[in-house]
């Protein structure tokens, strides 16, 4: 079993290479919650849907995220009766929040939910979310605890960050399976995800954090990092607020307590030393997924470098 | 102000009517709840929306219900995920629904809900609900005790009708202002609906009843059957099952308790007197609402009819 920690669009099209060379029942993912946010009443889980929907072949690729070909017809008449309307949620989009609300309110969990929709989009991979219970990332501005969806989309990452703080984290446990899938893992990915809003609350859930350190199989993680700044998303305002270096040495220093190889883009070959002085070694290659080749040599790659090759 | 007991399509065809000859500010419209249903979790309230979508001019004419030219994408994506398909939700309709669930979880209720919306959409008549708890309109038949919409939409009225049960009834309480607004009423018209599912349940609400026969204003029913079936639903089959004429004759047995005159249309004149024999005047007229001219000419003789012409 080979387990993938997972943000959203990065960790997503780099699952698409990975299926491409091991098999999905040989897969566990599991998946940033932090993001999760009610619109209208209904419970969204961006980061689990961008990988159902990209692992699907249904996601609408120019933006990484929703259902390729969406209308907007029920939140243009939502906004009609004074809804906010800077989270674009299209129609189709919409039925997989409206269900997951609808199991939600009949008492299911958001793992047993996840798991009936990915099998319901044929995926035979585990997606487990990081946990059950609410945890919330909410960014620290000069404005005020902003939740990270308002500070990206609706703020547009203009305000600067403060600090990051994942409510509720403390006091969450970790999905089922989540700390078992760890411990059994012949290898544990950390897919090129923002390391502050995607994988650092999920490293805030009690457990994950030592169970990674403990972890018997290698812990390599892909730099979303690439030439100073984050491929997609904010990553970079995030590291800065925190006072992290924007760069593969930033985030491997983030992880360095349990990391055992850091994967980073070719163009950052001059970086291997800094990586390696944290010691930390450190592989230059192409992490660059233009296309689906890219992708599958991308995950060969880092299998290979897992002692999986 | 003149009081409108109300169901769906016949009720919203009367009121375009209506609101051509009397100012949409004197009137009152309290509306049949016993058809709402969730569907998807979400709370759909049909005979509201389809009096305040036909009243702002964007109901699906053609079906009396929904809103024209809407699409079915969500629920399209939502059968993908097993719920069932067989009650019509499009993509802008499923927008009031999501919104009323938003604001009924936050704890408004259907009345102020109801008077939010109708406000969005530009009217300036007062809806009430009949009542603001769940009062649930159930069709006794053979194969056992069917939700309304299971029995009319689901199975397409094929089961024999044992009985009518108005589950919740007894126990609910009328919607704040529905039985000062009948007291006070100038007149109070019973709109041409299935006097069953659609008044029956008004009706089954306790207070309804005395506030209908004390009323100072004049009761006036416009009979929903002509030439011996309905203009539209199920309400022969309802009437044959708990054993009623299908006519004009019957509808005014049912309202004989309270009603002062009924008006029925032309074609069934030679009913005068039947419906005379039980106490109850009767005014022959052009009942059928092909279009807008026939609408107001119906509202104008029921007025007339009142003593407000």
């Not at 446990?173 to 650092?200: H, R, W, Y």
Request: glycine share 10%; aromatic share 6%; with cysteine.
């Amino acid at each position: 079993m080979i387990v993938v920690l997972a943000g959203g669009v990065g960790a997503a099209r780099f699952l698409q290479g990975l299926i491409q060379v091991v098999p999905q029942e040989r897969l566990t993912v599991i998946v940033n919650t932090g993001d999760d946010r009610d619109f209208y009443g209904l419970h969204v889980s961006p980061d689990i849907d961008i990988v159902m929907y990209t692992l699907s072949g249904i996601v609408d690729e120019t933006h990484g995220w929703g259902i390729r070909n969406d209308t907007y017809n029920t939140m243009q008449q939502l906004t009609s009766y004074g809804n906010e309307d800077w989270f674009m949620l299209g129609d189709r989009d919409l039925a997989t929040h409206i269900h997951r609300t609808k199991l939600l309110r009949q008492g299911k969990t958001l793992s047993e939910i996840t798991d009936e929709l990915r099998k319901q989009f044929g995926l035979t991979l585990r997606i487990l979310p990081m946990s059950d219970q609410n945890v919330r990332t909410h960014i620290q501005t000069p404005a005020g605890l902003l939740h990270f969806q308002e500070y990206m989309v609706k703020r547009r990452c203009v305000d600067p960050v403060l600090d990051v703080v994942f409510a509720g984290a403390s006091e969450a446990s970790t999905a089922p399976g989540v700390l078992d899938a760890i411990k059994e893992a012949e290898a544990i990915l950390i897919a090129p995800s923002n390391p502050i809003v995607s994988i650092g609350s999920i490293l805030a859930i009690p457990g994950i954090h030592d169970a990674l350190h403990e972890a018997s199989g290698m812990v390599v993680a892909i730099s979303p990092i690439v030439g100073g700044a984050p491929i997609k998303g904010p990553a970079d305002k995030l590291m800065l607020g925190l006072k992290m270096d924007v760069s593969p040495v930033g985030v491997a220093r983030y992880y360095r307590d349990f990391l055992d190889v850091m994967v980073i883009d070719q163009q950052d070959k001059h970086l291997i030393g800094a990586i390696e002085d944290l010691g930390i070694p450190a592989v230059a290659t192409n992490t660059i997924m233009r296309d689906s080749a890219a992708k599958k040599a991308l995950a060969q790659k880092v299998l290979e470098v897992a002692g999986l090759g």
